[in-house]
């Protein structure tokens, strides 16, 4: 049964989303997230406090969360993470117990 839909923004062409079946093994309401990420150009370069409402589906860190810093939803826009408004990031957290599979497909 369908339980929300929102309108997301995935990984950029140097960071794609990992496409696959995934299951949720972590949730953590807060995370500080700074990169770049090894072998990135220095201008992708981030720092973020306090980034929310984070449901990890990859041991090499890709998360569903929600995203404070833009509102590019709808296209590529992050370093292979989920990102939804924090709002809906909030409801989705609250909703999924661990063992939740996630299929991120084209």
């Known amino acids: ?3 929300m839909t929102a309108t997301i923004s995935t990984g950029l062409a140097l960071t794609p989303t990992p496409r696959g079946t995934f299951t949720i093994f972590k949730k953590t ?7 770049p990420l090894p072998n990135l150009p220095a201008d ?3 720092d973020l406090p306090g980034v929310p409402w984070n ?3 990859t041991e090499d860190g890709s998360v ?3 995203a404070y810093w833009h509102n590019s939803f709808g296209g590529r826009y992050s370093h292979g993470c989920v990102n939804l408004r924090p709002d809906v990031a909030k ?3 609250h909703w999924t117990p661990l063992t939740t599979t996630v299929v991120v497909q084209n």
């Open 1 to 3: 049964q369908l339980f």
């Open 29 to 35: 309401p807060s995370r500080y997230m700074q990169g």
């Open 44 to 46: 992708q370069y981030y």
């Open 55 to 57: 449901l990890y589906f």
């Open 64 to 66: 569903i969360h929600g």
């Open 91 to 93: 409801e989705l957290y």
